[in-house]
């Protein structure tokens, strides 16, 4: 059963750091732990310490950018730090408010925390599949346009970065599941359990995302590639068609003193029908073949 004592919740940022550190000294906090809080750590993570758990936390911010958030949390108090105010921090707050029943224990507060950031997430992930999607579009729309080789690169390495930061954050959600981790209650659990399958399935959109650009950049590649060939169809067999015209030219070009289609009245007609008529009898035959046209 939780307790009905709600736990002190307090968050800081960069311009409220002296307060923080006076805070930490009272409480005694392991140095290592005081120095994972200050810090800004690469990836999520957890550190497990005799007085006290350290959570490091990875966001997405409404432009995109990934930010930073620690966590101490205590038998009886849970303290955050981000380097600036962040939008993240209000919505918890907002949460808090509405459901004040969850700030009854630790592990409420720290289920909150994971809930709205995995909810940020997966609101960029929509974002993700809805700009794929366009780029999808985009290929067949304008197939040779070099930008949208550009945009599936920068998408990829956009994507790759998320990738290794989700892949982290579900390893660490996994962590906080485990049966051994402190402060952590059996009511509390099933959420986290919940909020663990659903982060898992950002990572697999990830995993499609990088797999879908990469279909799009082929796609984009074969279709320059059958544009390409059909062009160079076109001109060969433009240049057949234009080859016997090119021999009949060649013969009576010779200039032989004794040719006597040269002296004929009509000579001239006819060399044009001759060379007119082998065109379009090779150009026929080529629609028959149906190598030219529909």
Known sequence: MLTQTKIRWIHFTEQTKNELQSLIEQIQLHPLAKDALLSENDFPKIDVYDECVFVSLAFIR???Q????QLIITAQQVISYTKEEERIIEDIREKLNHHP?????PSFILYQFLNVITFHF???????ANHIQTLEKQVFQTPFENDIGHSVYRWKVKIHELRQIAEAQEEMMKSVHHPEFPYMTEDVRLYIQDITSRFSRITAALDTF????????????????????VIMKTLTLV?????????VAGVYGMNFEIMPELTWTYGYAYALGLMAGLGISVALYFKKKGWWGK
């Not at 990934?66 to 958030?69: A, D, F, K, S």
């Not at 029943?101 to 224990?105: D, F, K, T």
């Not at 990088?210 to 060939?229: G, R």
């Not at 240049?239 to 021999?247: D, G, Q």
């Open 122 to 128: 997966l609101h960029i992930v929509d974002d993700i």
């Open 239 to 247: 240049s057949v068609i234009f080859m016997p015209m090119t021999f």
């Open 66 to 69: 990934t930010g930073r958030l």
């Open 62 to 64: 409404d432009d995109w």
């Open 210 to 229: 990088k797999e879908t650009l990469s279909s799009i950049f082929d796609l984009q590649l074969s279709l320059k590639s059958d544009h390409m060939n």
């Open 101 to 105: 029943e969850h700030a009854s224990h």
